[in-house]
């Protein structure tokens, strides 16, 4: 079974700091793909960022950029210079390439 | 770009009612997701089509049915409707080149009274 695990219910940045959100996941399958997805106020489903686990280069995308930890099976959102735009619900999901499992979701607030 | 659409975006029902909610993926992709997401809940998977056809079950319940058609949008066919149905249910549709990468739809928040 694959099952995502999120341990920080809430978290919280400074304006232009930079934070990190933890993910890890529990799979046996070899061949799968690491996505981080934002879900504001609006609750719209954002794909933030997407992470294959055959790379060993983590993928960055401008302020976003992961730590794909492949052997410990943990894959970490790094946001830099927060902005109040950024304050949101992050998922970070999991698929071997049909249906997602999602974590539980970190709800980021950006203080100003 | 053109993203995922979903209608309607907002619908209220009463229980033991139905409801249909549409989908019409992004031009060209062909892989079709529903997802339903409680409150303060993370997205659960219910079904997937690829051209046309069931390409994986979730946790649809029984009481749902759903199919994707020729121009490869989908409905989601909700009956004898309950009080937990409510929810937000997204579509997210994929390319087969590129299936891994899901793209969502703003959503259709129902109501079950």
């Known amino acids: 079974a694959q099952t995502v695990t999120q341990s920080q219910p809430e978290m919280s940045v400074q304006e232009a700091e930079t934070v990190t959100l933890s993910c890890t996941y529990d799979t046996s399958e070899s061949d799968y793909y690491l996505f981080w997805y934002k879900q504001p106020p609006s609750r719209q489903m954002i794909l933030v960022i997407r992470?294959?686990?055959?790379?060993?280069q983590n993928a960055t995308e401008n302020r976003f950029s992961v730590n794909f930890q492949k052997a410990a099976k943990s894959f970490s959102l790094k946001i830099s210079d927060s902005q109040l735009g950024d304050a949101a619900m992050y998922f970070c999901?999991?698929?071997?390439?049909?249906?997602?499992?999602f974590g539980t979701g970190t709800s980021l607030t950006v203080i100003p | 770009a053109a993203g995922v659409i979903q209608s309607p975006r907002h619908l209220i029902k009463e229980k033991r009612e139905t409801a249909t909610l549409k989908c019409y993926p992004i031009?060209?992709?062909?892989?079709v997701y529903w997802y339903q997401q409680g409150p303060g809940q993370d997205p659960q998977f219910l079904i997937s089509f690829y051209e046309k056809m069931q390409s994986d079950k979730g946790s649809i319940p029984d009481r749902f049915s759903a199919q994707q058609f020729s121009d490869y949008h989908s409905e989601l066919n909700m009956s004898s409707l309950e009080l937990g149905d409510s929810a937000l249910y997204f579509c997210?549709?994929?390319?087969?080149?590129?299936?891994?990468?899901?793209?969502f739809g703003p959503g259709t928040r129902l109501l079950v009274l």
């Open positions: 997210a549709s994929s390319f087969n080149t590129d299936q891994e990468t899901q793209y």
């Open positions: 992470q294959e686990a055959y790379k060993q």
């Open positions: 999901a999991f698929t071997t390439g049909n249906q997602f499992y």
């Open positions: 031009p060209r992709h062909d892989t």
